[in-house]
């Protein structure tokens, strides 16, 4: 973080610094000038030397149970909403509020700070990884692997601001209207990218209608100087150009786009090619990534990586190098025998189930091809439809073998049967055979399973929500990861 004193943390959040009875460390000055210039952490496991410890009150715990294992790591202050014995504390009424305003004055301490924000339903932590990798190569950036997007990972991000950070990008994720606009308030962007509109958590909002309410509040935080980076492809998204004071910039692969690709194509290990045409010129972009749902993700990021200052020649050729960085997404691993894992496993809904199927499809031209999937969660009344239309479309892609990991996920081997769940012949694609459905109760009979019938030239893709048992199913067929940089 950019170094604060304890007595400026105070004030910042509206608390009082409440020291150790004896403190070396505090000096004769006390314990307000201790200066914070280290990881800003909510896990006390992750704390280190100069760091701070916000100690979060849970359902299941107290944080304040955690202070002295942060402090143990090199801590050297705790945000805390009561004086814990020995330990120099930020004592303030709300952690979570607390916390809040610290994140917004170190956006607020560094005015030349080009900070983007991205939502939608589907990609944001694809997105927020390709553009990290993108701004990097222009300038120290702030982009952490993995999914920060909520009230405590947006603040944990915004705090990993040095003073020497040019960039930082911020995934903002919602499960209701205002969660968006609360996240902008912490880290107000001056681009704003909205990626699609889709189904992933219909349940808790329960329409898709108040899912665009609530990414639109993305883009109707955004300063009149800054830029909406919006997708051309998805009418909810496209409407939101209404509900901004900023300029406007679509991407897709309309014809009206602003930022354009054409000639999509995917190569055999389902990495898209296409040509883009943008204001500044045309090129042909390779990327690294697996999946064509990728080029609408290169699309904002070379929209929101010019609008940042770097040449569209700079921002072409960097992402290009761009490889995966957050795990389970695409995550494809070719094994000596010849077996192609895809792990796809950390997230699925039903838009992100349609582009892993396709990219399997692609991967699996003239090869036998698997879908490992779990259930949907989160879909609320339309839950049971929507897993009969994963079925329906892995049979509409060819797949060879579908194993439905998970009685909840049932729908969907009954959409690949053709069936509508009641034995009834239903909307399957006609004239597609049907895959070789099996419905299995957990990871451990589906790994059974591969192991058993898994041969040279097959591709199996794994994917769920939040189903850490066919994640690491997927990590264990792999074997071992060679280190990553
Ligand atoms: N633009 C997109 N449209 C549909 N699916 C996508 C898109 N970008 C990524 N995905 C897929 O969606 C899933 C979640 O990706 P992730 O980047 O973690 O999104 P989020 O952070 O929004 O949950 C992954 O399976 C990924 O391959
Ligand atoms: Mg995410």
């Keep these: 973080?950019?170094?604060?004193?304890?007595?400026?943390?105070?004030?910042?959040?509206?608390?009082?610094?409440?020291?150790?009875?004896?403190?070396?460390?505090?000096?004769?000055?006390?314990?307000?000038?201790?200066?914070?210039?280290?990881p800003v952490v909510t896990d006390s496991r992750e704390a280190g030397p100069g760091g701070l410890y916000v100690a979060r009150v849970?359902?299941?715990?107290?944080?304040?149970?955690f202070v002295d294992g942060a402090v143990?790591?090199?801590?050297?202050?705790?945000?805390?909403?009561?004086?814990?014995?020995?330990?120099?504390?930020?004592?303030?009424?709300?952690?979570?509020?607390?916390?809040?305003?610290?994140?917004?004055?170190?956006?607020?301490?560094?005015?030349?700070?080009g900070?983007?924000?991205?939502?939608?339903?589907?990609?944001?932590?694809?997105?927020?990884?390709?553009?990290?990798?993108?701004?990097?190569?222009a300038g120290p950036t702030v982009a952490p692997v993995g999914s920060y997007n909520s009230e405590v990972g947006v603040p944990l991000t915004v705090c990993r601001v040095e003073p020497d950070t040019r960039f930082l990008v911020v995934e903002m994720g919602a499960r209701g209207i205002g969660h968006v606009a609360y996240l902008t308030r912490i880290a107000p962007p001056r681009v704003g990218v909205v990626l699609n509109v889709g189904t992933a958590h219909v349940g808790e909002f329960g329409?898709?209608?108040?899912?665009?309410?609530?990414?639109?509040?993305?883009?109707?935080?955004?300063?009149?100087?800054?830029?909406?980076?919006?997708?051309?492809?998805?009418?909810?998204?496209?409407?939101?150009?209404?509900?901004?004071?900023?300029?406007?910039?679509?991407?897709?692969?309309?014809?009206?786009?602003?930022?354009?690709?054409?000639?999509?194509?995917?190569?055999?290990?389902?990495?898209?090619t296409f040509t883009v045409t943008a204001p500044q010129g045309t090129r042909t972009v390779s990327l690294g990534l697996v999946g064509r749902h990728h080029v609408g993700n290169a699309l904002a990021v070379l929209a929101a990586a010019t609008e940042l200052g770097l040449s569209f020649d700079d921002a072409c050729t960097a992402l290009e190098s761009a490889r995966p960085a957050s795990r389970w997404r695409m995550e494809v691993t070719e094994r000596a025998d010849g077996v192609t894992l895809v792990n796809d496993a950390y997230n699925a809904n039903p838009d992100s189930?349609?582009?892993?199927l396709t990219a399997l499809e692609r991967m699996g031209e003239g090869r036998r091809t698997w879908a490992v999937l779990g259930t949907m969660l989160e879909l609320g009344d339309e839950s049971a439809a929507l897993h009969r239309e994963v079925g329906e479309e892995v049979r509409a892609r060819g797949v060879d073998e579908l194993v439905v990991v998970g009685?909840?996920?049932?729908?969907?081997?009954?959409?690949?049967?053709?069936?509508?769940?009641?034995?009834?012949?239903?909307g399957a694609t006609p004239g597609v055979a049907a895959p070789h459905v099996r419905v299995?109760?957990?990871?451990?009979?589906?790994?059974?399973?591969?192991?058993?019938?898994?041969?040279?030239?097959?591709?199996?893709?794994f994917k769920s929500s939040r189903d850490a048992g066919l994640r690491l199913l997927g990590d264990r067929l792999a074997g071992p990861r060679e280190e990553q940089a």
């Design 1 to 38: 973080m950019i170094p604060l004193s304890l007595t400026e943390i105070a004030s910042i959040t509206g608390g009082r610094v409440v020291g150790p009875e004896t403190s070396d460390a505090a000096g004769t000055a006390g314990t307000g000038s201790l200066v914070v210039d280290g």
């Design 58 to 65: 849970g359902e299941h715990a107290d944080g304040h149970d």
């Design 72 to 113: 143990a790591l090199g801590a050297v202050a705790a945000l805390t909403t009561r004086p814990v014995e020995g330990v120099a504390c930020v004592v303030v009424d709300d952690t979570q509020d607390a916390f809040a305003a610290l994140a917004r004055a170190v956006v607020d301490r560094l005015p030349g700070l």
């Design 115 to 137: 900070v983007v924000g991205i939502t939608g339903s589907s990609g944001k932590t694809s997105t927020k990884d390709l553009l990290g990798s993108v701004l990097a190569t």
């Design 207 to 272: 329409s898709r209608a108040a899912i665009a309410t609530a990414k639109s509040e993305l883009v109707q935080a955004l300063p009149a100087d800054g830029l909406a980076v919006l997708n051309a492809d998805d009418d909810a998204v496209r409407a939101m150009a209404d509900v901004t004071d900023a300029r406007v910039v679509l991407v897709g692969e309309a014809a009206d786009a602003d930022v354009r690709a054409t000639d999509v194509s995917l190569d055999a290990g389902g990495r898209p």
């Design 353 to 356: 189930m349609r582009a892993a």
């Design 407 to 426: 009685e909840a996920a049932r729908g969907i081997a009954d959409g690949a049967n053709g069936a509508d769940g009641h034995g009834v012949l239903g």
């Design 440 to 461: 299995l109760p957990d990871a451990g009979a589906a790994e059974a399973l591969l192991r058993q019938e898994l041969r040279p030239g097959d591709v199996v893709l």
